[in-house]
Each structure stands twice: as C-alpha cells, then as structure tokens.
C-alpha cells in the first residue's frame, strides 16, 4: 500500500508537503507513509479516497478491472459514493443530519416527498407564469 500511495502522489504531480497538506497531514508524514515507517490508518485512507478520488480497493489492495493509471481513481458510478461520502464526513452537521434523516425514509416517506416537491415545482412555475414581466 505504501508504493501505491507514492505512485498516486507521483501521478498527481504533488509533493510530498503539497498531498500531505491536500489530506491534512504534513509531508514528513507523507514521507514516512510511503517508506513503510508509519502505518495508514483506515481515517486516513477515507481522505486520500475522497480528495483524490481514488479507488478504495486499488489503494488497499492494489487490485482492480481496470488497466493502466486508470485503475487508481474511481469511476463515474463509484464518484455518486464518493459525493455522498464527502458530505456524510463534512463539518456541517446539518448535512449530515439531513442525510441521517433520509436513511430512515420508507418508500411511503420517499413518495410522500416527491408528492411535495412536484406540487412545489407546479406552483413555482404557475407563480412565475403568473408575474408580469417587470423588465418592460
């Protein structure tokens, strides 16, 4: 994993103090992470995945179905993880607090929700459809 995390760095073109000051880490330790003297903590792997938007598994295990540089960064279907995985880790709780709130829906909430929204999205387009232009 520690070669894996220099290739990445190298593929990137950063330095050392510039990929470790990307994740929050200075470049000594980013020094140590890729000779083996230190270990990579799983918190620290989930940073690296998510600001560099690189394979889980390539960067653990160095397998993948993909071929060349490619095999390092996830693909587009992954990328919807990696969003919803960036705001669940963000400083705003409200974020987080949101998306607790739909992992708890039931299909009857989730119908109920879009009920809401489209009555919402039908009354927004009859209100501005209704506004005379004030641009005459």
Not at 42 to 68: H, M, N, P
């Amino acid at each position: 994993m520690n070669g894996r995390l220099k290739q990445l760095r190298k593929k990137l073109e950063l330095t050392q103090d510039e990929f470790g000051q990307r994740i929050g880490i200075t470049g000594s330790a980013i020094s140590k992470l890729e000779s083996g003297a230190s270990g990579i903590t799983e918190q620290l792997l989930k940073a690296i995945c998510r600001e560099f938007k690189v394979d889980y598994i390539w960067l653990t295990t160095g397998e993948s179905d993909k071929e060349g540089d490619d095999k390092m960064f996830f693909n587009e279907p992954e990328s919807k993880a990696a969003i919803l995985d960036a705001i669940l880790h963000t400083e705003s709780d409200f974020a987080r607090n949101v998306f607790d709130v739909f992992l708890r829906y039931t299909k009857e909430d989730w119908e109920a929700l879009e009920h809401v929204v489209t009555k919402s999205a039908e009354y927004m387009k009859e209100i501005k459809n209704d506004t005379p232009d004030k641009s005459n």
